[in-house]
């Protein structure tokens, strides 16, 4: 008896480990990345695109940017072999977004706009725009040449100028320089307002209605005209960290892919060694040029806004 028992326990056993197995889903994931049977996944192909959308976002006229840019769509649709179509967008956010969605594959933004992009959707910013020269700018700090003011720390309990909310290089930079100096550009100056435009700040310094003003480098060469000794009668103090250009993100890779990022750069690279090209894009956005691009050309975009405690959505809401 015991024996039968023992037999048909073993018998019972053998067809619970059958029917278990015949339920386990061949190729399985074995927790290391493989397949039951050892095999790699395979990642899925990325479709090639059809068309591409580029996005924009009027820092100027919407008309004169439509115009310009339906020249820009046919010389870099004439390169890639399929149409290009750009599209307008009411700001910032929603050019991030079209980039998420895959809605538009190509869009022309900002530095916080980016970091903004490359965070939430993984975007991939390919070429940085060259204005005056230079891939970036800075804002400065001055103030009276014959202010008792030397550094960022002297500036506690003084009146301070800045251009508007939104302005990188006369505002959201140099707040960030004042308070990696230690000082709160809330609660530690004595008075700050926005004066609305960069040359309204020198000329707030010039006049001493302020003891000192935040605006880019060099905003002092706007007032020549009517001041012309105010290069001697204000100095600077500091200057903030470089600000990188404007530039030119991709979706990520769940739309395109490496073929494709290669291919959409190389094109609006021929593009702007172009006679053409080079006139409709500055005509766009005042671009002389445009330079390969990485994240780590936005790192100090990043640092600004964590020092700051941006929110980067709603401050891109705001506009430019």
């Not at 506690?156 to 100096?181: E, H, I, Q």
């Amino acid at each position: 008896m015991e024996a039968r028992i023992r037999i048909t326990g073993a018998i019972l056993i053998g067809v619970v480990c059958m029917l278990a197995l015949a339920a386990c889903p061949k190729g399985s994931n074995d927790g290391d990345g493989g397949t039951a049977n050892g095999a790699a996944s395979k990642p899925v192909p990325v479709p090639d695109p059809t068309e591409i959308k580029m996005a924009f976002v009027p820092s100027t006229e919407a008309e004169k940017i439509v115009e310009n840019t339906a020249e820009l769509d046919k010389l870099i649709s004439d390169k890639l072999g399929i149409p290009v179509k750009s599209v307008v967008l009411p700001h910032y956010v929603a050019a991030v977004e079209s980039l998420g969605t895959g809605d538009c594959l190509v869009a022309w933004i900002p530095p916080l706009a980016y970091i903004y992009a490359n965070d939430r959707h993984q975007a991939r910013v390919i070429l940085k725009a060259v204005r005056k020269g230079t891939p970036f700018y800075k804002g400065q700090i001055i103030v009276r040449a014959d202010s008792d003011i030397q550094t960022v720390a002297d500036l506690k309990g003084r009146k301070m100028a800045f251009v508007d909310p939104n302005s990188t290089s006369g505002n959201l930079y140099p707040r960030a320089l004042l308070l990696a100096a230690g000082i709160d550009p809330d609660n530690d100056l004595g008075t700050s307002i926005f004066s609305g435009a960069h040359d309204t700040v020198v000329i707030a310094v010039l006049q001493g209605s302020v003891d000192a003003g935040a605006c880019y480098v060099d905003a002092r060469t706007r007032v020549v005209d009517l001041y012309q000794k105010v290069m001697d009668e204000t100095r600077v103090i500091a200057e903030t960290e470089p600000i990188p250009g404007d530039a030119v993100v991709l979706a990520g890779p769940k739309f395109l892919s490496d073929e494709w990022v290669k291919r959409i750069t190389d094109a609006i690279v021929e593009v702007m060694r172009s006679v053409e090209g080079k006139k409709v894009i500055y005509d766009i956005y005042e671009i002389e040029d445009l330079l390969p691009a990485s994240d780590a050309d936005y790192a100090p975009v990043r640092k600004m806004a964590e020092s700051l405690g941006l929110d980067v959505e709603a401050q891109l809401k705001k506009g430019e």
